[in-house]
Nanobody, 121 residues
Framework: QVQLVESGGGLVQAGGSLRLSCAAS????????MGWFRQAPGKDRDFVAA????????YYADSVKGRFTISRDNAKNTVYLQMNSLKPEDTAVYYC??????????????WGQGTQVTVSS
């Protein structure tokens, strides 16, 4: 069992930066790939970024490539999402998830409760 808690969301102006953190409980954190997804009101939950168990492989949605960076610290049981050059269209609730690496929600077994990111224009 893995429990995930996101933090670091907030209100930022367009062009600004935020760093999201996702702290995991349990000793099996480093066995799972980690993903970040986001969901805007009235829309589906979309893939943002993913990283494999060792941190050697990263995947990004085209919409965030070059602006967002995913990383993990297995010693701290934490995964991060550094978000730069934020745009109003990045506004959403951001969720972290643990499971099998993919761009699909249904390969992830565990989910956090989400953290709100709002980008003002």
């Amino acid at each position: 069992q893995v429990q995930l808690v996101e933090s670091g969301g907030g209100l930022v102006q367009a062009g600004g930066s935020l760093r999201l953190s996702c702290a995991a409980s349990g000793r099996t954190f480093n066995k799972y790939a980690m993903g970040w997804f986001r969901q805007a009101p009235g829309k589906d939950r979309d893939f943002v970024a993913a990283i494999n168990w060792s941190g050697s492989m990263e995947y990004y949605a085209d919409s965030v490539k070059g602006r967002f960076t995913i990383s993990r610290d297995n010693a701290k049981n934490t995964v991060y999402l550094q978000m730069n050059s934020l745009k109003p269209e990045d506004t959403a609730v951001y969720y972290c998830a643990a499971g099998v690496i993919s761009r699909a929600t249904n390969t992830y077994y565990y989910w956090g409760q989400g953290t709100q990111v709002t980008v003002s224009s």
